[in-house]
């Protein structure tokens, strides 16, 4: 492609992102495909001549938009969002126009040193201590990853890395019932193994019980296990549940364990002062994991892993070859050392691009509207005889079921699954679903970027009207 063909295709283009935010709530909310029909339509060979950039264009409206979800609509109220903004936009394409490869300091000076400022940035924002040093990584199931591998090496002197193995006896981790698969992966990868997370039961409101975690721990040290590390969440995906930090924290302290957050959702809350109740035990806190990638108006990806001491982090992760070897060494951060991969995106320029655009009262603003909302929704619900409410209702999400009167559980789990699949193949709205104590929950997630008071009543009116038709 030459140069003035990119011009033509890329200011082409941009109308076309333009138009399709305009437009995004015109298209089904979840894509009406069937398996196989994008894959049967795509050539079975690559051209061996080069192809006229318009062709892309046609083929990508003609049969690859029928078979996209549309995240970004304010229709989509499914699992937690992957919200995008028009400034983000604008930064990913600076990002890949650049086309940085950010892995030390030398590679792209101006990469570490906005990342460090926006993490500061971040850190301020959302209330964690002034001791906390950031990176950003891709997903927060990486974060999680390095904060179990990095408290796996602190309880055994830094020498798991080195044999492979734990001399002084079996490695433990503990969480909630609750909490994100991400763990039992990060377990599994860490070699810690999955028969060594112990999940811990839960309270009414779905959060970690604190008094079977001590239990769990004291248990377990009696039979000779090592406790190294528990996870603590604000904000569950099923519910967004927050677990007790200041009561768990006491805990870890005592018996010498590292406390890793996982606030991959809620973190974006605790920008709002009267959220920050969150953060009750903050002092507790080894290791914090939020993705701004979810709620905070970022695209996907990026991950922002906070660590009270960065020295163990490093001491983890940091690889020396010589091939890496430079003369700034020790006076700058050089990122690769702070986790998995060595390749790293410039991803700092979004998150800079999205707090700067907004500003800081400007996604207060927008985040505390989510909650509203969501809160508004559950009054709705509540109103209704024939819906119940399944979970407290802490940040923007809300579960709830169908349940008319007269009608076994069996039934109404049957009777809320029809209704889950009914709402999303209509392609008006979209939810997802979980199961809370044996009912099958509708689960609605009022985050959306552009998310209104008014999408939420029209989806409510859809809802109460597709169940009574579904009937008992
Ligand atoms: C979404 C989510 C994750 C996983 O996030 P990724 O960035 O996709 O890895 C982990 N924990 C919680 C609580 C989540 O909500």
């Known amino acids: 492609m030459k140069p003035d063909e990119f011009r033509k295709y890329a200011h082409e283009l941009v109308e076309w992102m333009a138009g399709y935010m305009e437009h995004v709530e015109d298209y089904p909310v979840k894509s009406q495909v069937r398996p196989g029909e994008i894959f ?3 050539p079975d060979h690559p051209p061996l001549n080069p192809e006229p950039f318009d062709a892309l264009i046609r083929d990508l409206d003609s049969f690859i938009m029928p078979g996209i979800t549309h995240w970004q609509s304010p229709n989509f109220f499914a699992y937690f969002p992957a919200n995008v903004s028009p400034p983000s936009i604008l930064a990913e394409m600076l990002i890949s ?57 602190k309880a055994t002197g830094f020498s798991f890395n080195e044999t492979g193995k734990s001399d002084s006896g079996t490695l433990r981790v503990y969480c909630s019932e609750q909490t994100h698969s991400s763990v039992d992966k990060a377990v599994k990868i860490s070699g810690i193994g999955r028969k060594n997370l112990v999940k811990i039961p839960v309270r009414d409101d779905f959060s970690l019980d604190p008094v079977k975690l001590r239990e769990a721990i004291i248990n377990d040290k009696k039979q000779g296990y090592i406790p190294v590390c528990v996870i603590a969440t604000i904000g569950t995906t099923g519910t967004t549940a927050i677990d007790p930090i200041k009561s768990i924290g006491e805990i870890c302290r005592e018996h010498g364990i590292h406390l890793h957050v ?3 959702m809620g973190g974006t809350a605790l920008i709002l002062p009267e959220f920050q109740w969150m953060l009750d035990g903050k002092e507790y806190i080894d290791s914090f994991v939020f993705n701004p990638h979810k709620w905070m108006f970022t695209n996907f990806d990026c991950s922002a892993y906070f660590v009270r001491d960065a ?39 979004k998150l800079w691009s999205v707090i700067r655009s907004y500003g800081v009262e400007g996604l207060q603003s927008r985040v505390r509207e989510h909650i509203r909302i969501a809160s508004e929704l559950k009054q709705m619900i509540t109103q209704e005889n024939d819906f119940e409410i399944l ?7 809300v579960c709830f079921r169908y349940c008319p009167a007269g009608i076994d559980e069996e039934q109404l789990n049957r009777i809320n699954e029809t209704l889950n699949h009914t709402l999303n193949d209509s392609g008006r709205i979209y939810l997802s ?16 970027t552009n998310v209104t008071l008014e999408h939420v009543r029209k989806a409510w009116v859809l809802i109460v009207e597709t169940a009574r038709s579904i009937g008992g």
């Open 311 to 349: 020295g163990s982090l490093i001491r983890t992760f940091e690889i020396l070859p010589e091939y890496l070897k430079t003369r700034t060494r020790g006076k700058v951060n050089d990122y690769r050392d702070w986790g998995v991969p060595l390749g790293r995106r410039f991803r700092a320029l």
């Open 262 to 264: 996982d606030a991959a």
């Open 391 to 397: 979970a407290p209702v802490f940040l923007s999400v």
């Open 40 to 42: 049967s339509k795509i």
């Open 433 to 448: 679903h979980t199961v809370l104590g044996g009912k099958y929950t509708l689960r609605m997630v009022t985050a959306q």
């Open 97 to 153: 126009t650049l086309g940085a490869q950010c892995m030390i300091w030398e590679t792209s000076p101006a990469a570490a040193e906005l990342e460090e400022k926006v993490m500061i940035w971040l850190r301020d924002m959302i209330g964690l201590p002034g001791s906390f040093e950031g990176v950003i990584q891709d997903t927060a199931s990486t974060s999680t990853l390095a904060a179990i591998i990095t408290a796996r090496e």
